[in-house]
């Protein structure tokens, strides 16, 4: 707790002064005595002072205590209260939705509270009718938004939007999903260093390569061009083959000059190693195949002799037969590559399976004139399919389980297994079906290239079969496919309308070409990253580790809950029970997980070029530093304390602890000690205290480190 030493002497000045005064006095009286006089009283008191001298300390004692009571009460009465009135005001000043002030302290002061809050809730209450009138006005805008978002949530590619300086300003989902599979990165945290809100694009897509296109872009412009665009290919770091289309986007009534670029990003590895695959067999098929014509070419000429004997003759034909097999081979090889990169490569588009089942039951109910059931079809899942060439194939299955009966108890369903999802065809057996079943032509899939029933399957990279009846069961038959999930690129299904970009920062159009020097950089311009840990325990020099790194970021003064990185971390060493009990986190939950030494460089990358920000910072960055000469890397940007921050803006408050701080700021406190929630809540103070900090002047970053320095907390070590 804060020791304040001016309340301290405050309270003690009092019977100082009494004592000095009574000192004083006697000093006084006895400078006006002779010397007979003195020895007189001195005679005279002298007895009395050794029987009855401890009344008078003791007397001085109960009025020094009396004084120092009446000083503190005044004190809380008359400065506390207006102190800690007036820091509630200036918070309530900077956020109408803080708590009310609070009503302490003299009648004079109570009174002024209860008047400050009347004038907040007048406040609020012209701001809430000023928010309607502005929503009411910005419903254009909401449209247009939402119009955006739909139109990126069809975009089967990677769309990436940035400034002149290349920072990102906006992505899709399917950026987010392609950083992934780029990314070096351990776990769930894998991307969340090349993506985000103000990072440069320049971790995904070299800035040499894209420098040349915007001045090759800019060579068009200035030629009059209306749409240029540049593309390129670049391999990453990752060893991934990237498409990059750019296409500059112009601000209106400058027709010369850009304010940022759109990016169309396609991971093509996979397509480019099928075409090299593709490009040696023709090579191997080409130079094989002139050998073989060479040897044809020889044979036949042999075979033109009339006089050849039956055996040689007999040869050469067998020589012909065999090269002629020999080139067919490798022709077949060939065309079967191609086939099955086609297939490899065929483009499949997400939809929700309900809709897939309800037109598949449709199209079967017009082939077959029977009606289908859908009864036990999965709500929610969504699918990855080509949808007409799969319900080409049912339709046939359909046409094969029906057999020619009238009724053959068709019904379809749909429910996900472990990722993927089961379409089964079900019907009523047993059924007499062929055995090359799966070589039936899809019915009406003339457009798809005549697609077999097997080739419906594995263009979907999955599986169809026929189970029989069991023994014993309802006498029931099922055709099933096998197949993809809806998926966001890292494995994890797609929910409808995550495509949906909302990630977005318009506002960082507007950055400067060139910044000033960091320290004199306005706290709202800055990029912050706030993140806090939990440990094995309290002390990092002894022993203890860390086991979960959370944070998340704010840029252009708007908090990015999406953009955090979560991380569970193995400390190879036993959790306490007295630690399990506070933050959760058990054994089993960090077993497997990356250790330290993965963990920390993904984390080192996610923080870069921003500024740290945590609550008690110095103990993270403490288990922080002991890990860098271990895993390679140095944290050295400046770093913000909500401690030390709010200390200044509330010095007179009497706890300084996260959720003190956050119920005087109005910030809602939930799901504490975990690592990533800690930090989003750090965040959300962070962000309440920065227009305090700049009512009392503080503003930019070296001023926030300055004050900082000058903070009684400042003086705790780790």
Not at 224 to 244: C, K, N
Not at 273 to 299: H, P
Not at 541 to 552: C, K, M, R, S
Request: charged share 20%; net charge negative; aromatic share 6%.
């Amino acid at each position: 707790m804060k020791i304040d030493r001016t309340l301290v002497a405050a309270l003690l000045a009092p019977g100082v002064a009494l004592a000095l005064w009574l000192a004083l006095g006697t000093g006084l009286f006895y400078a006006t005595l002779d010397a007979a006089s003195v020895d007189a009283l001195g005679s005279a008191i002298g007895p009395l002072v050794e029987t009855h001298g401890i009344l008078v300390v003791f007397w001085w004692l109960v009025g020094t205590l009396a004084s120092a009571w009446a000083v503190l009460r005044l004190h809380r009465l008359y400065m506390a209260a207006p102190a800690r009135l007036a820091e509630a005001a200036q918070v309530l000043a900077s956020d109408a939705a803080a708590p009310p002030a609070p009503a302490e302290g003299s009648h004079a002061n109570r009174a002024l509270a209860a008047a400050i809050n009347a004038l907040a809730e007048e406040r609020a209450a012209v701001r809430t009718e000023m928010t309607r009138l502005v929503d009411e006005a910005s419903r254009a805008v909401v449209r247009q938004r939402d119009q955006l978002g739909a139109l990126l949530a069809e975009l089967q590619q990677s769309v990436v939007v940035c400034n002149r300086e290349g920072r990102i300003l906006l992505y899709n989902t399917r950026a987010r999903a392609l950083c992934r599979r780029l990314s070096r990165g351990p776990g769930s945290t894998a991307g969340a260093e090349l993506i985000g809100l103000g990072r440069p694009i320049h971790g995904m897509v070299d800035a040499a390569l894209i420098a040349h296109a915007r001045d090759s872009i800019a060579v068009r412009m200035a030629r009059g061009e209306t749409a240029p665009a540049a593309r390129f290919v670049t391999l990453t770091p990752s060893g991934h083959l990237l498409q990059v289309s750019l296409t500059p986007v112009r601000e209106a009534g400058e027709a010369a000059d850009a304010a940022g670029f759109v990016l169309l990003l396609d991971d093509i590895t996979d397509e480019y190693e099928a075409g090299a695959r593709r490009d040696r067999l023709w090579l191997t098929l080409t130079e094989t195949s002139r050998a073989a014509v060479a040897n044809i070419q020889t044979a036949l000429d042999m075979l033109d002799y009339p006089d050849l004997e039956p055996p040689e003759r007999e040869r050469f034909q067998q020589v012909v037969r065999e090269e002629v097999a020999a080139v067919g081979a490798r022709i077949g090889a060939l065309a079967a590559e191609a086939a099955t990169g086609t297939r490899a490569r065929w483009p499949l588009q997400d939809m929700p399976g309900s809709d897939l089942v309800a037109a598949a039951a449709r199209r079967i109910a017009d082939a077959t004139a029977q009606p289908v059931g859908t009864d036990l079809v999965e709500t929610g899942l969504w699918l990855s399919v080509d949808s007409f060439a799969l319900i080409a194939a049912l339709v046939s299955l359909a046409r094969l389980a029906a057999g020619g009966r009238a009724q053959a108890g068709l019904e379809l369903r749909l429910v996900s297994a472990e990722g993927r999802a089961h379409l089964d065809l079900v019907f009523d057996g047993p059924a007499a079906i062929a055995a090359g079943w799966q070589a039936s032509p899809a019915d009406g899939a003339q457009g798809a290239a005549g697609l077999t029933v097997r080739d419906v399957a594995e263009r979907h990279h999955g599986e169809v079969w026929l189970e029989q009846p069991r023994a014993g069961g309802d006498g029931r038959a099922v055709f099933r496919f096998l197949l993809p999930q809806a998926s966001d690129g890292s494995g994890a299904p797609l929910q409808p309308g995550e495509s949906r970009p909302a990630f977005y920062d318009f506002a960082l159009f507007a950055a400067a070409d060139s910044h000033p020097e960091r320290d004199r950089t306005p706290l709202e311009e800055l990029s912050f990253t706030v993140f806090d840990t939990e440990t094995t325990g309290l002390n990092p020099a002894g022993g203890d580790e860390i086991i979960q790194i959370g944070a998340t970021r704010i840029v252009n003064g708007r908090l990015l809950r999406p953009e955090c990185f979560d991380q569970l971390v193995d400390p190879r060493r036993s959790i306490p029970e007295a630690g399990i009990a506070i933050h959760g986190i058990r054994p089993d939950m960090v077993r497997g997980q990356p250790t330290i030494a993965e963990a920390l460089p993904a984390f080192h990358a996610f923080v870069a070029d921003t500024v740290l920000v945590g609550h008690n910072v110095a103990f993270d960055l403490r288990f922080l530093k002991l890990k860098e000469a271990a895993t390679g890397v140095t944290f050295d940007q400046p770093v913000l304390d909500t401690l030390l921050l709010a200390s200044i803006v509330h010095p007179n408050a009497g706890s300084q602890s996260l959720e003190a701080i956050a119920a005087r700021l109005g910030v809602t406190v939930s799901g504490r000690h975990r690592a990533l929630t800690d930090a989003l809540v750090c965040a959300e103070v962070f962000l309440k205290l920065l227009p305090l900090l700049r009512r009392q002047g503080i503003c930019t970053l070296g001023e926030a480190l300055a004050a900082s320095e000058e903070s009684y907390y400042a003086r705790l070590r780790y």
